[in-house]
């Protein structure tokens, strides 16, 4: 198969992504894993800590880790036997190719139309693109797709620090297609993942994460099939951490502000499910 690699680590700043930007005064942080984050920001976004912080608003996040470290050939032999066949039967007969790119502008906006049409079929929100040229403008972002005869089957979108890469999004067409199309695109979709894989052991990163996975009393049959999915990989399972942390006066009383608010709202709504942190979660969908 055609590997085509875009890749060019001098932009990633030695892994780190610090993203600022104000909002009514307020000067917020986004950073992931365990990097330091700006000393200047009254409010901090910490996505994926390793340890929890001192904070109300912090919540676990559970996924599934690759390690890339290993042979080759423990990666792949750690993949359920199913997915192997699949992996081989896309790749030998197929006709599909995987391809890698980073800051790239047309194909940000390609993969921005091809989602937000997956999203619509599926019922998803729609793609966030402000934040995701953030990743791009910083280096961050890596988006990989599998072609055929130049029709885009798939697509991933992979955050990358830390010498990590964790999936963002995924996505496919399914509407109109037969039996026969709608196996072929599953097969594509398990051999980007393991090209994927690949790629990033070659560019020397360590982890490769797969965006999440649904703890099994969640009840979400949709969420518990994509944990199936995932789970055919072979990674192991990670709990971690997604905070939002007040680092000055300002934010602090920030923080305090949103709390009354969120607690007067599920008083005056008893039946809703307020998200009480969604500002501390990613978007992912991934499948």
């Known amino acids: 198969s055609r590997i085509s690699c875009i890749f060019q ?8 992504l610090l993203i600022l ?23 901090v976004i910490w996505q994926q800590r390793s ?18 470290t290993q042979p080759q050939e423990s990666i792949l032999a750690a993949i359920h036997k199913d997915s192997r066949y699949e992996i081989r039967r896309a790749e030998k007969s197929d006709g599909v190719s995987a391809e890698y790119h980073t800051q790239s502008a047309e194909l940000l906006e390609s993969f921005h139309a091809f989602y937000d049409e997956f999203a619509q079929q599926k019922g998803l929100p729609k793609l966030d693109a402000y934040r995701l040229r953030q990743y791009s403008d910083t280096g961050h972002l890596c988006l990989t797709r599998v072609v055929s005869q130049d029709e885009t089957l798939v697509w991933h979108a992979y955050y990358r620090a830390s010498r990590r890469a964790r999936l963002l999004y995924s996505a496919s067409l399914f509407r109109g297609l ?16 393991w090209r994927d894989m690949l790629f990033f052991k070659s560019a020397g990163f360590h982890k490769y994460d797969l965006g999440g996975w649904t703890p099994v009393e969640s009840g979400d049959s949709e969420k518990l099939r994509i944990n199936k999915f995932k789970e055919e990989f072979g990674g192991h399972h990670v709990t971690e951490f997604n905070c939002i942390y007040a680092s000055s006066l ?18 005056n709504n008893p039946g809703r499910d307020v998200q009480v942190r969604q500002e501390a979660r990613p978007d992912q969908k991934s499948d």
């Open 178 to 193: 037969d039996n026969a199309q709608r196996n072929r695109i599953g097969r594509a979709n398990r051999y980007l993942h």
């Open 9 to 16: 680590p001098h932009h990633i700043r030695g892994w780190i």
């Open 21 to 43: 930007f104000t909002r009514k005064t307020i000067r917020y942080c986004e950073t992931w894993f365990d990097e330091a984050p700006d000393s200047t920001a009254d409010m």
């Open 51 to 68: 340890t929890p912080l001192p904070s109300p608003a912090c919540r676990s996040f559970h996924t599934l880790i690759v390690d890339l």
């Open 250 to 267: 300002k934010g602090r009383i920030v923080l305090a502000t949103k709390k009354i608010l969120r607690a007067l709202s599920a008083r």
